[in-house]
């Protein structure tokens, strides 16, 4: 089948390289003409597991291509999917411009009948404004041509990304038309074989779903963090905690890591969008909100540890920070907490030594030659001659390091461990200072 993705972001190259992989033709269109150029030089502009290999073979094959022009872009696809970015405007709801100016587009320049798939988190209602555009585009044309409006929210998980859409846990469709359903039935019967994961719903039910699964993941996390910080005051320890309620199979084990706060593309923006959308509508989203402000307190937490161990005499030290990106296996430094952290140390005169796995490309990007802020070429690089040793990101080569090396080349053996990766008891055993999330320690924080 013939697929054009507008937006070649994570959504949009992920769900490409994946139909394409299955067979089909897939052009991606974008607006950014220096990603569609690196594209097709055969660079893949952003850091997920197995992305580039899967690109490479498919557009080897002929089955993927990049172009930033639009119109051959609608005269290519039977499926016009959208994947551009929903940013949070100024208000904190979500910013539709990029959504309904490719619906614009599509109206332009469509000639036969479309299948117009929203896949970008939009609030609930989008898809009347993604027709409302179309249709005006078509009226200024003054021509009519059948078109289908569709909501598929997208559920993969960055640094899962592709197996997430191989084998999805489940594919959302919203529509208002059976022609549409048994047309995406197609499109994703390759990654639906082994049983039907397709939950075929109304329009504006799909559009919530997306927002109702993030928010609930944030949920969890903020619902941790504040029973971390409570943990921490009544001298208990969180990890004991949270293996004591994941045990129960009504809580599970997943999403309860306590931590300093999530960050992300996604869990920012659309816990903030759907408030907003609730405050609209005259209700408040007290949950929402209290998610929200937990998260943004949190994100303070390692800083506010950080300045208490040293007296509040930050000027002048040097922190070793290890972890950039919001989460392992991903170069997306979106709302990560270690922008907050070191945005927090520059303005308390601290400089940073930062080491990340892959996102370094995207801090130099994110901060260019800032003063305050060195990267450093290995986790080892990081440490020299550093105060403490700050861990934002849980990736797997930081989980075992050599406590021996962190004592000696740091000025003193201090650890702020934002996501709970060692034993404190076993820390202290080997002389190291060490400040986890809601770990036995009473510190009065606040
Ligand atoms: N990143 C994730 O993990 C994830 C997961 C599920 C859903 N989503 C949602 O998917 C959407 C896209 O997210 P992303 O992380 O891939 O974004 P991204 O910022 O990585 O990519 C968006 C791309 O869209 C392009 N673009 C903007 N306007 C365009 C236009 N008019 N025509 C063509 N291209 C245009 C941009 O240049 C950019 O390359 C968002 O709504 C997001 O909330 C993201």
Not at 208 to 232: C, H, R, V
Not at 277 to 298: C, G, H, P
Not at 331 to 357: F, I, K
Request: charged share 25%; hydrophobic share 40%; glycine share 10%.
């Amino acid at each position: 089948m013939r697929v054009t993705i507008f937006g070649s972001g994570y959504v949009g190259l992920v769900t490409g390289a994946c139909l394409a992989d299955a067979g089909n033709h897939v052009v991606c269109v974008d607006v950014d003409a220096k990603k569609i150029a690196r594209l097709q030089r055969g660079e893949v502009p952003i850091h997920e597991p197995g992305l580039d290999g899967l690109i490479k073979r498919n557009s080897e094959a002929g089955r993927m291509e990049f172009t930033t022009d639009a119109a051959k872009g609608v005269a290519h696809g039977l499926f016009q999917l959208i994947a551009v970015g929903t940013p949070p405007g100024e208000d904190g709801s979500a910013d539709l411009t990029h959504v309904l100016a490719v619906a614009n587009t599509i109206g332009q320049h469509i000639g036969e009948y479309r299948v117009v798939v929203t896949k970008s988190t939009v609030p609930v209602g989008t898809a009347d404004k993604v027709r409302a555009s179309l249709t005006a585009a078509l009226a200024k044309r003054n021509v009519g041509v059948e078109y289908d409006v569709v909501s598929n929210p997208e559920f993969l998980k960055e640094g899962a990304a592709i197996a997430d859409f191989m084998k999805p846990d489940r594919v959302i469709i919203g529509t208002d038309n059976p022609r549409t359903t048994e047309l995406l039935r197609l499109l994703y019967e390759p990654f639906t074989r082994n049983h039907d994961r397709l939950l075929v719903m109304d329009i504006r039910s799909a559009e919530l779903t997306k927002y109702a699964a993030n928010a609930m993941l944030a949920t969890k996390i903020s619902f941790m963090n504040e029973l971390a910080n409570l943990a921490e005051r009544f001298g208990a320890d969180i990890e004991k905690v949270r293996v004591g309620i994941g045990s129960d199979p009504r809580i599970g084990y997943s999403f309860i890591y306590p931590g300093c706060g999530y960050g992300g593309s996604c869990f920012p923006k659309d816990v903030k969008a759907l408030s907003r959308s609730a405050r609209e509508l005259n209700y408040d989203a007290a949950i929402l909100e209290a998610v929200e402000n937990v998260n943004a307190r949190q994100k303070e937490l390692l800083f506010k540890k950080i300045h208490r161990h040293f007296d509040g005499k930050l000027g002048g030290r040097t922190l070793a920070l290890w972890g950039l990106a919001f989460k392992p296996n991903t170069d997306d430094m979106r709302e990560a907490p270690s922008r907050a952290l070191m945005e927090d140390l520059w303005e308390h005169g601290a400089t940073v030594q930062a080491y990340d796995p892959v996102a370094m490309d995207e801090a130099r990007r994110t901060y260019g030659d800032r003063k305050g802020l060195t990267l450093a070429k290995n986790a080892n690089a990081a440490l020299a001659g550093a105060d403490a040793l700050a861990i934002v990101t849980e990736w797997q080569e930081f989980r075992s390091p050599d406590f021996d090396n962190i004592k000696s080349q740091l000025k003193s053996p201090v650890i702020f461990d934002g996501r709970n990766l060692y034993d404190p008891s076993y820390l202290a055993r080997l002389g190291i200072t060490y400040y986890g999330i809601g770990r036995g320690k009473r510190l009065e924080l606040n």
